[in-house]
């Protein structure tokens, strides 16, 4: 039975069960080495971790609680903090205990925006304005909460043409904030198979991207990606089991009308049987030599494979045209690792299966 985690976003590192690998860039790394490590045994050197605090600092809201890169479980606190200088340290508590207390305090209709720039927070109508002027004595930047950058100070009824140039391009932002959410929910769920009923569209291009490397609890959403075992998962949250390779649970499976061995019977005759799943990714070399042998290889193969499929999903969903337009605004496409022909002409199919006489 495997075991399920929540998301990944790094790259799929090849290794073998002695070595420590950096789960983004593949180098090797000492068993006391100091860079982040999460419970599930995923680590990485002190300049991709170093990357990691980037990545949290530049959108703070959209990354507590701290999850590990690779499989999105949660981290111990110290492990991340042990990154920290004494100022990033400082700014940190800040932005844990702003976001600790405002989640009680929030009603439906408010949200909690928060300046890239500084660590103040503010509590505004669901529907406010996507400019956001910061009022922290120290700080007093304009800022843009769709892009995160800044955006030109005007203080008088006359801007100059630079400013409203930029403040064009901000326009823009708020003309494409849809439509840059449905790309980023399509480029997630590449990462994972999400519950079908909370799909959020103001983030559909972000879940797709991240889906393609997860793949979530058919009954309460819960995501992660599966270790080394079988495709039988049990949901450590619900207790649901579903099958990893169609994301399925079991009461939905194909198998025999007869049957009485559970999901164990969705694997039967899989070979044969184009609606059943094999029990281990390793077995699909058998059948479709496109399949590697080796398990991790086979399920970064996987989750390459959904993510493209994802992908096509949300270019046939929203076009060609409104993809490239958030893409020229927000390169989501650019840096998904994916390029237009793979996503567009690749054949992804899962499995090719033999002509059967």
């Known amino acids: 039975m495997s075991t399920l985690t929540e998301p990944p976003r790094a790259t799929t590192v090849t290794k073998t069960k002695d070595e420590i690998l950096c789960e983004t860039c593949g180098d090797q790394l000492e068993p006391d080495h100091p860079g982040i490590q999460c419970v599930q045994g995923h680590h990485y050197c002190t300049e991709c971790s170093a ?30 903090e042990r990154q920290l200088t004494e100022e990033q340290l400082g700014i940190y508590i800040n932005h844990i205990l702003v976001f600790s207390l405002a989640k009680g305090f929030l009603r439906g209709d408010e949200r909690l925006d928060h300046c890239p720039f500084c660590t103040n927070a ?68 590449g990462q994972k198979v999400p519950c079908p009923t909370c799909a959020d ?22 995501a992660g990606m599966k270790d080394d075992a079988c495709t039988h998962m049990t949901c450590p949250k619900c207790s649901q089991l579903w099958c990893y390779f169609c994301g399925k649970k079991v009461e939905d499976c194909e198998r025999a009308r007869d049957s009485n061995n559970g999901i164990f019977d969705h694997n039967h005759n899989w070979e044969r049987n184009p609606k059943r799943c094999p029990m281990y990714l390793t077995q699909l070399s058998e059948l479709d030599n496109r399949w590697p042998e080796d398990e991790f290889e086979c399920l970064a193969m996987l989750h390459r494979n959904r993510s ?15 993809i490239k337009q958030v893409d020229d605004h927000f390169n989501t496409i650019t840096t998904c690792g994916f390029t237009y022909e793979e996503i567009l002409e690749e054949d992804h199919t899962l499995i090719k299966y033999p002509q059967i006489s």
Do not use: W
């Not at 990354?63 to 949660?74: F, G, S, T």
């Open 51 to 80: 990357n990691i605090v980037r990545l949290f600092f530049s959108e703070p809201e959209q990354n507590i609680p701290l999850r590990c890169q690779k499989c999105c479980i949660e981290l111990i606190p110290n492990v991340f």
């Open 122 to 189: 503010v509590i505004r109508n669901i529907h406010a304005a996507h400019i956001f002027y910061c009022d922290h004595p120290e700080c007093g930047k304009v800022s843009c909460l769709i892009c995160r950058k800044a955006c030109p100070k005007i203080e008088d009824d006359y801007a100059m043409d630079e400013e409203i140039a930029e403040m064009e391009k901000h326009f823009k932002c708020a003309e494409l904030a849809d439509d840059k959410h449905e790309l980023d929910r399509y480029v997630e769920l």
């Open 201 to 222: 569209d103001k983030h559909e291009l972000d879940r797709y991207v991240e889906l393609g490397q997860k793949v979530p609890c058919p009954t309460c959403g819960l």
């Open 308 to 322: 493209l499929r994802l992908l096509r999903e949300a270019f046939e969903k929203l076009g060609e045209e409104r």
